[in-house]
Each structure stands twice: as C-alpha cells, then as structure tokens.
C-alpha cells in the first residue's frame, strides 16, 4: 500500500476554483490507480473521479464530470483535483484513495486511504 497526503483545501466562494493534491509515498506509484472521493456533512463518501496508473483512463461521477478534472504527474508521485465553477453542494472532505492494478472506477477496491482535506463552498 501507498501512503497518501492530501492538500490544497480551504474556504472558498461559489464559482471559484480550488485544486487538490495528493501526493504518495511507499510504493511504485505508476502501479497505482488513483482516485478522489468526498463526503458530505450527514452523507456518505462518494466517488469522484479516478485515473489509471498511466494517466490515460479516467472515470468521473456523472455529476462532476463537466466542472472537475483529474489528473497525476508521476514524475512527482502527485494527483490532483482541479475543481472548477465550485458550488455549496461541493461542500465536504475530499478524500485520496489508491488501488493496485485495478481500474479507477467507483466499484474498485480502494485500500488505501489519505487523511481528507476540507473544502467549504460559500454561497
């Protein structure tokens, strides 16, 4: 398993833009699918989107496909986040996730974990 820190996070107005970074430690990070899920205030973790280990295959939730981007720089063993046209409902902790070998969808088995980073979406 990869080691995962997430950051980038912070407080911000409707229609700005935010990006997170995750950056891995611990293993081959190529091998590794990467993904970002968040979590609502009273709601479960959701998927957000995910990246293959070459970067060339990405899956977005229907919902955040046309306003996030994912993407990795395996020079640097970072993914990122970029988050356009932030709305409230963006509204939570958004969690790194890695898998090994598999393909980044939402029905992976995700085994490792960052600590999440809070993004608040002011109205």
């Known amino acids: 398993q990869v080691q995962l820190v997430e950051s980038g996070g912070g407080l911000v107005q409707a229609g700005d833009s935010l990006r997170l970074s995750c950056l891995a430690s611990?293993?081959?990070?190529?091998?590794?699918?990467m993904g970002w899920f968040r979590q609502a205030p009273g709601k479960e973790r959701e998927f957000v989107a995910g990246?293959?280990?070459?970067?060339?295959?990405?899956y977005y939730a229907p919902s955040m496909k046309d306003r996030f981007i994912i993407y990795r720089d395996n020079n640097i063993d970072t993914v990122y986040l970029q988050m356009n046209n932030l709305k409230s409902a963006d509204t939570g902790i958004y969690y790194c996730?890695?898998?090994?070998?598999?393909?980044?969808?939402?029905?992976?088995?995700?085994?490792?974990w960052g600590q999440g980073t809070q993004v608040t979406v002011s109205s």
């Open positions: 996730a890695a898998v090994k070998g598999r393909p980044p969808g939402p029905g992976a088995a995700w085994d490792s």
């Open positions: 990246n293959s280990g070459s970067g060339n295959s990405r």
């Open positions: 611990g293993d081959t990070f190529i091998s590794y699918s």
